[in-house]
């Protein structure tokens, strides 16, 4: 089973290591729209062989991966469809509605091969430079069709574990569990630099919460944008239900109300410990 | 020099193992009301001795550190300066013109040899069995009044840098940069539990980013309600900035203007990389 790889970023990159690196017998192909992050792609192991165009790429694959920022998702699968007929594709996109309903104002219900997926897995880091071949090992690859046994042995090679959502599930899902704290997150650091002309001062003095609380702040902005544009509707919902939490915290404290204060900051502390010892 | 700690949990418990680990000449006495945790400190080698009460702990101390909860100290800072008028008074509470006005309550303008104090350390954990010889090496200690050399040369004896705030400035400060993000992290997990029927499947796909994100949720109820409610005022003001923030970073997404949104998101990363650089 040969599988091509479409940019060779974090995420891409990293299944082509982690599929070289534990023995999964085909070739690992890849293309990347950026010319210096192919190159860097073959220099690092990622990949057996560089493609110089989509074509030469779908040639002779098996699975294409589509591992690039949602918005530019949807166009892709529909040229790789166009290339061959045979390929199965599969994505690595966060938002998994949006690409499907590109898809049919594309192609309108003609049949395409395609496998929406998405690793829960990354860092913050971006390009193949940061790429790790365990970057998988353990986490939960969730994919949106059944029934294409070969894209879950790829992410099984890879370590990850595989788990079925519909569309619009994993789009609420992840809306809460992942966009919304991207959104907060880069939301607390505006918010210190609105403070103006104390904010170098506030700055000097960060320590070391601040800096894992707004670690997810430093993701690829072009990837983020992409999320929040096309997972809108489901992250606004999110977003309500986090300024009520907002709203129920801040009248404790102005109301003093210093048991139920206790009490919440308590329940919430138990649900997330709770909550994380079920994470890698 | 003689240090005596009250409250030997992980602010305490680090302090007394990073003096007596790093050659600090003079006995380390604690004490804690809690006999479990007095008990644990004495096992784990953060003292030398454990004092029975207040007065044995005083007794031949030429510093005394109050490590306790922000609600806490006060009393115990009024308490100790009347079993002593010679000993130098200090505490680590996060929160400083609180308890300033508070002990200013209780003994009026009377002097008390008392520097306030609040080291930027910590982690979300909490106990004797929490504490940590390296905890203050090479982070910021904050104190806001000058001339006590015992107290700089303890710190520093700890692998701390002393740093000059006024009580005001202080508050605002680490109102911004660790009360704001305390507060949002709780919000963050309250928000998910208020999504009701969903939020086991929700709990379940969380991912890595969320357990960083919200670790400082994991910290201690008690101390955090206590701060809350003692700097009430900055943080309320902190949150009119965090809540501005979050309404510009909705009204890009709900507009879908693409440009401004994908700018806001690179200028956030380049300050949140910036101010990271400067932490250890």
């Known amino acids: 089973m040969n599988v091509g790889i479409i940019g060779l970023g974090l995420i ?14 085909g070739e690992i192909k890849g293309y990347d729209a950026k010319e210096v992050h192919g190159k860097k792609a073959l220099e690092l192991g990622i990949i057996d062989n560089l493609a110089g165009s989509l074509e030469e790429l779908v040639e002779g694959a098996d699975i294409v991966v589509v591992a690039v920022p949602v918005r530019a998702i949807p166009d892709l699968i529909v040229r790789v469809s166009s290339i061959s007929r045979e390929v199965i594709i599969t994505d690595v996109g966060s938002v998994k509605s949006y690409i499907l ?48 046994r070969e894209v879950e042995e790829m992410w099984e090679t890879a370590g990850a574990i595989v788990e079925y959502l519909d569309p619009e599930t994993h789009d609420k899902i992840f809306a809460a569990v992942s966009h919304l704290p991207h959104f907060v997150a880069y939301s607390l650091v505006e918010a210190i630099v609105m403070m103006e002309e104390e904010k170098d001062a506030f700055f000097r003095f960060v320590a ?55 009490e919440l900051l308590r329940d919430i502390k138990e649900v997330r410990d709770r909550v994380i010892k079920g994470i890698k």
């Open 12 to 25: 891409g990159g990293s299944l082509g290591l982690a599929l070289k690196q534990r023995g999964w017998e």
């Open 101 to 148: 309903k590109e898809i049919q104002k594309r192609v309108g219900n003609r049949y395409i091969k395609y496998v929406p997926g998405h690793p829960i897995a990354g860092t913050e880091k971006s390009g193949p430079g940061a790429a790790e071949a365990d970057l998988f090992e353990g986490k939960r690859v969730v994919l949106c069709q059944r029934g294409f």
């Open 208 to 262: 070391s919460g601040f800096r894992d609380f707004t670690r997810i702040a430093s993701s690829d902005p072009v990837m983020w944008r992409d999320i929040f544009l096309t997972n809108k509707k489901a992250i606004l919902q999110s977003l309500i239900f986090f300024r009520n939490a907002l709203d129920k915290l801040e009248s404790l404290i102005v109301m003093e109300d210093e048991e139920k204060l206790e």
